[in-house]
Nanobody
């Protein structure tokens, strides 16, 4: 019904930049919120950034000033611009969306498959 497809992950040196993209498609009536989570080895998944309709974006404290989340509503796409990357940013990044299904009118959370971000010299 609904799927999220991520792209933009990869290997980057400390201080470098990456931009992640996540496009939602399928039986979508509306998207209430979209965001990015990450999970490092032996760590729990944590919220990195999230943007909700009519709200100021939320950021993990450690990425404030370095990461910027944005959304293109016409394309059902969310982006995460990551600058000044640090080794501790290394993780699998997952796209998340709060979507109302067009067919059933049910609001549910959806997850992307994850994309690896590795920050290393």
């Amino acid at each position: 019904q609904v799927q999220l497809v991520e792209s933009g992950g990869g290997l980057v040196q400390p201080g470098g930049s990456l931009r992640l993209s996540c496009a939602a498609s399928g039986s979508i009536f509306s998207i209430n919120a979209m965001g990015w989570y990450r999970q490092a080895p032996e760590k729990q998944r944590e919220l990195v950034a999230r943007i909700r309709n009519g709200r100021t974006p939320n950021y993990l404290d450690s990425v404030k000033g370095r990461f910027t989340i944005s959304r293109d509503n016409a394309k059902n796409t969310v982006y995460l611009q990551m600058n000044s990357l640090k080794p501790e940013d290394t993780a699998v990044y997952y796209c998340n969306a709060d979507i109302t299904n067009r067919r059933f009118g049910i609001e549910s959370e959806y997850w992307g498959q994850g994309t690896q971000v590795t920050v290393s010299s």
